[in-house]
């Protein structure tokens, strides 16, 4: 493909129109850019709207003559606007305009895998079984959601190489949370309670707040040069009083922890625990089972392997994996299977109690369900295979164009650095403003902390190539702009709903007035 960006050349693939020289097509079809302009519409808040005596429906003429409330109930009426019908769907239709999903497009966004979701699964967890089934009634009449929870967590365990699973924790973090938890529970059963847990420098930003609500002192440990932790780090850091460690594996730079399980013996060896974080399972389903290679308790992000809709506040799902002598920790009430069906049961004394109201966000667990039985174990398997692909595919492709600080074969997801554009004075987020002009959404910046500049980039499984192509050229494009046209990235986005804001006041000054 030819980017070069002499404007008025129509031979190029792009070239650019407006004070913001936003790409448009000029190519062929395979080629053309996904972003435009296009017809944005502003659209003010409903008050502003609303015009006295407007309404969108007509009720029928009251037979009952009014009768005023007795002073103590009477109330001012809400301040709500007067709106026409047409004036209420357009404005929801605008603002749906606005907004930018997995559904819209690509959604590059590293370490979260924002992976498409399939319909079906929405339509399994909005079934009047499912979605009516009240948490107050009694097990006799639960019995097809309490089977659907026991399997699934019987899936779980046999993806994970676990031995027992709770579905209760509400999040990813919610799940570290629970997990470290049940590592506390654990060594005070024991009679002597430890005092730190060791955090790698790659382990995800949520793990050391975890460990540190837990009661314990998280301990960093610093990567070797391919970016994972040696074996020496760990053992020179391992000590009598340390509880163990949580490794994120895959690490925030997307490679694996190859020497997870001559850690697992070092840290077993002196009494520890290993917690995995499952958040980035997603590069090894079917492949790898954390269980089998030292992992004594994990957390899983539903909403991010297991394809169930991913942001917007939630709602999540992070069931907690251990291995057998560790499940009498885990919260209840506990899902069982007698010979009359399956039955709630809280007779666990050494459980670290109930983590979440009722059974846990059971709509997600639905989803995830419906996944893994539309996906079977091949195909899950695949899935992983073709995240590990798509990533690596990018890595390839643009390393050169953008610096790749540990060059090694990533799994799902790849780390670039800002590094080649300092010299023209652009830098990662000038470059993630871009890229929405050129209709992408950006990936993740700045994280892991441990890569200056970090540009993180994970495609998932559900990107075509096609798609994957455009997005690379549009990087492309991008890097030869911040060559030749610095200023034109330090005004980005120009052509968005939301132009440039001032990020450095916002973070010092922000407005929490709502």
């Not at 780090?233 to 190859?258: H, Q, Y």
């Not at 020497?259 to 399972?281: E, F, P, Q, T």
């Not at 499984?461 to 046209?485: V, W």
Request: aromatic share 8%; with cysteine; net charge negative.
């Amino acid at each position: 493909m030819n980017l070069r960006f002499t404007d008025g050349n129509e031979n190029n693939l792009f070239r650019h129109s407006g004070e913001g020289r936003n790409p448009v097509f000029t190519g062929d079809i395979m080629n053309e850019p996904v972003g435009t302009t296009g017809l944005i519409l502003n659209e003010p808040l409903l008050w502003e709207k609303g015009k006295k005596g407007r309404a969108g429906f007509s009720f029928p003429r009251s037979d009952v003559e009014p009768s005023p409330l007795p002073p103590e109930l009477a109330c001012e009426c809400p301040d709500l606007p007067d709106l026409s019908e047409v004036d209420v769907a357009r404005h929801y239709t605008r603002l749906s305009q606005w907004n930018f999903g997995v559904d819209t497009g690509m959604y590059p966004l590293g370490s979260c895998t924002m992976k498409y979701s399939p319909k079906t699964n929405e339509r399994q967890a909005s079934l009047p079984g499912f979605a009516c089934a009240h948490p107050l009634l009694p097990a006799a009449l639960s019995q097809g959601v309490l089977r659907m929870m026991f399997e699934l967590e019987q899936y779980l365990a046999e993806i994970t190489g676990m031995d027992a699973v709770t579905l209760q924790p509400s999040a990813g973090a919610h799940g570290e949370l629970a997990g470290m938890l049940v590592v506390h529970a654990y060594h005070k059963g024991k009679g002597v309670q430890r005092k730190k847990i060791i955090v790698p420098d790659t382990a995800h930003g949520t793990n050391p707040a975890s460990v540190a609500l837990c009661g314990y002192q998280p301990v960093a440990a610093e990567l070797n040069d391919h970016g994972i932790l040696s074996v020496e780090s760990i053992d020179r850091i391992m000590d009598e009083d340390t509880a163990g460690i949580m490794v994120t594996n895959p690490n925030t730079l997307g490679l694996f922890e190859e020497n997870i399980r001559r850690i697992a013996d070092v840290i077993h060896s002196k009494g520890g625990l290993v917690y995995c974080d499952g958040a980035n399972m997603n590069a090894v389903m079917g492949i790898v089972k954390m269980g089998q290679i030292g992992a004594d308790v994990m957390h899983l992000n539903l909403h991010k392997t297991f394809s169930t809709p991913h942001g917007g506040g939630g709602p999540g799902s992070g069931p907690v994996c251990v291995k057998k002598f560790l499940e009498p920790f885990l919260p209840v009430p506990r899902i069982i299977k007698g010979k009359s069906g399956y039955a709630l049961s809280s007779d666990y004394p050494q459980s670290i109690g109930k983590v979440m109201a009722f059974h846990g966000n059971v709509g997600v667990m639905i989803k995830a369900y419906s996944y893994i039985l539309s996906m079977g174990p091949e195909n899950l398997k695949k899935a992983s295979h073709l995240a590990v692909l798509n990533a690596n595919y990018i890595k390839e492709k643009l390393k050169g164009t953008l610096h790749l600080p540990y060059d090694r074969p990533c799994m799902h997801e790849c780390v670039f650095s800002d590094k080649n554009q300092e010299p023209y004075k652009v830098a990662t987020i000038d470059m993630a403003k871009r890229l929405m002009e050129y209709g992408f959404h950006p990936p993740t910046c700045y994280f892991p902390l441990v890569v200056h500049g970090a540009i993180m980039i994970e495609p998932t499984e559900t990107e075509s190539k096609e798609d994957i192509d455009r997005f690379i050229e549009a990087f492309k494009a991008i890097a030869q702009e911040a060559e030749e046209s610095p200023s034109l990235l330090h005004d980005a986005p120009k052509a968005c709903k939301v132009k440039r804001l001032d990020e450095v006041t916002a973070a010092r000054k922000p407005c929490l007035a709502g």
